[in-house]
């Protein structure tokens, strides 16, 4: 790959990862739970999504996919209702008074009795993978930006391989800077009523944008 390229395509990757999302939301949500260390695992499974479905679009399955009405459908309604089930669950999530968000997430013996459980690694891994796996937000933007930094007349697989790495690595850096965000705000949030509070915004973001994947159109 030409070293202009992939200039270019950092310079894209960045502003891709930036951009406010789903995947944001979530590490947000996870930092200022678990802090930045328990939101990484959950950020490792934001990162394997992100290849599956910049391997999907690489290889030209995203385009049949966006081309599909019923496996598109499919897609977004999968993805829709899995965003309202963990902003529903956000939204649900009990608070307790006397304690930081992070007690549970520290692992710290003086934690306070009635702390919440942390959310299990593998649990944690899911959801971020699921998260971008289900998103056709993101698959039919792959769709649409990565074929302008592939040249045809060169081996493809290279070319995704670097386009994915370069994807991964930038998406790394941006959420865990949103986890670490979160976790800075985390000791604002001790109250019963601030923890509720964050609990519902952030549950709200991701039922809104479960609902709203409902909207997304397929590429003409």
Known sequence: MDT????????AAWLIALSPGSGAVLSVGHGLRYGVQGASVTILGLQAGLMGITLIAGVGVGSLLVASATAFTVVKVLGALYL?????KQW???VHAGHGLLDDATGNAGASPGAVPMM???QRFLTGLFTNLTNPKGIVFMVAVLPQFIVASRPLLPQIGVLMLTTVAVDL???HGYAFTGARLASLLRSVRAQRAQNRLF???LMAMGASLMWVRRAA
């Open 84 to 88: 309202l089930w963990l902003g529903w």
């Open 4 to 11: 202009s390229i992939w200039w270019s395509y950092f310079a």
């Open 120 to 122: 299990p690694a593998r």
């Open 92 to 94: 649900r999530a009990p």
């Open 173 to 175: 850096v941006v959420m």
């Open 203 to 205: 549950g709200g973001v």
